[in-house]
């Protein structure tokens, strides 16, 4: 117990860390078996969600109880080999994320406009 009080002590952690990490790269067939026993080595997990779309095959979701776990699972896990694939660990920025899905919705309403009024990208050059 006295060491986890150290731990949270005076500790200050950057702006960016938070209990939610965003992981890339997993291998397509991995398991959430498989994932807790990676991710459970650095703490107590709420929360794992592995993607299953086109979109999102090979990534995940994994959200921490204590915001010190995930710090300490970005620090070791960044990099990690696994089925011959190197994690990419981060820590999930909202922001970020939906301006990539905001963009994305542009483009598709862009695309059905261009298709609606039968506009192709000649015609706009």
């Given at each position: 117990m006295a060491a986890i009080s150290l731990r949270k002590g005076n500790t200050r952690l950057p702006p960016e860390v938070n209990r939610v990490l965003y992981v890339r790269n997993l291998p397509f067939n991995i398991t959430s078996e498989e994932m807790y026993d990676i991710f459970g080595k650095y703490g107590a997990i709420r929360q794992i969600r592995i993607g299953t779309n086109k979109d999102t095959r090979g990534t995940a979701f994994v959200v921490y109880e204590d915001i010190y776990d995930a710090k300490t699972a970005v620090d070791h896990l960044s990099g990690f080999n696994v089925a011959n694939r190197y994690l990419?660990?981060?820590?999930?920025?909202?922001?970020?994320?939906?301006?990539?899905?905001?963009?994305?919705?542009?483009?598709?309403?862009?695309?059905k406009l261009q298709e609606k009024y039968g506009v192709t990208a000649k015609d706009l050059k």
């Amino acid at each position: 117990m006295a060491a986890i009080s150290l731990r949270k002590g005076n500790t200050r952690l950057p702006p960016e860390v938070n209990r939610v990490l965003y992981v890339r790269n997993l291998p397509f067939n991995i398991t959430s078996e498989e994932m807790y026993d990676i991710f459970g080595k650095y703490g107590a997990i709420r929360q794992i969600r592995i993607g299953t779309n086109k979109d999102t095959r090979g990534t995940a979701f994994v959200v921490y109880e204590d915001i010190y776990d995930a710090k300490t699972a970005v620090d070791h896990l960044s990099g990690f080999n696994v089925a011959n694939r190197y994690l990419i660990v981060l820590y999930y920025q909202h922001a970020k994320m939906s301006k990539k899905f905001d963009q994305k919705k542009k483009e598709e309403e862009l695309t059905k406009l261009q298709e609606k009024y039968g506009v192709t990208a000649k015609d706009l050059k």
